[in-house]
């Protein structure tokens, strides 16, 4: 199970940090990761990171820091700069086959709001 915190509501230019706590069995063999979906939109890839091999969408890079804490079972994304395009639900997410390929387990989504 993931569980994903930290969303809300900030002004264009803010900083929000969202934190994804996972439980029932240990993923630090495997890509964690974040996807948005905004409204009307299809669910998208931000970022994701395993044992020091990080990626990117490249609409975030320079932005957007994903960080483990694998003795926690976590996965943060510190997300800086942000802009209104950036509004969005934000799912943390779980891969066993790769940071592109299939991601197996999923959060429940937090709605993150950027005003302008």
């Known amino acids: 199970q993931l569980q994903a915190s930290g969303g809300g509501l900030v002004q264009d230019g803010g900083s929000l940090r969202l934190s994804c706590a996972a439980s029932?069995?240990?993923?630090?063999?495997?890509?964690m990761g974040w996807f948005r979906q905004a409204p009307g939109k299809e669910r998208g890839f931000v970022a994701a990171?395993?044992?020091?091999?990080?990626y990117y969408a490249d609409s975030v890079k320079g932005r957007f820091t994903i960080s483990r804490d694998n003795a926690k079972n976590t996965v943060d994304l510190q997300m800086n700069s942000l802009k209104p395009e950036d509004t969005a639900v934000y799912y943390c997410?779980?891969?066993?086959?790769?940071?592109?390929?299939?991601?197996?387990?999923w959060g429940q989504g937090t709605l993150v709001t950027v005003s302008s």
């Open positions: 997410a779980v891969s066993t086959t790769g940071w592109n390929g299939q991601y197996d387990y």
């Open positions: 029932g069995m240990t993923f630090s063999s495997y890509f």
């Open positions: 990171g395993r044992r020091g091999r990080i």
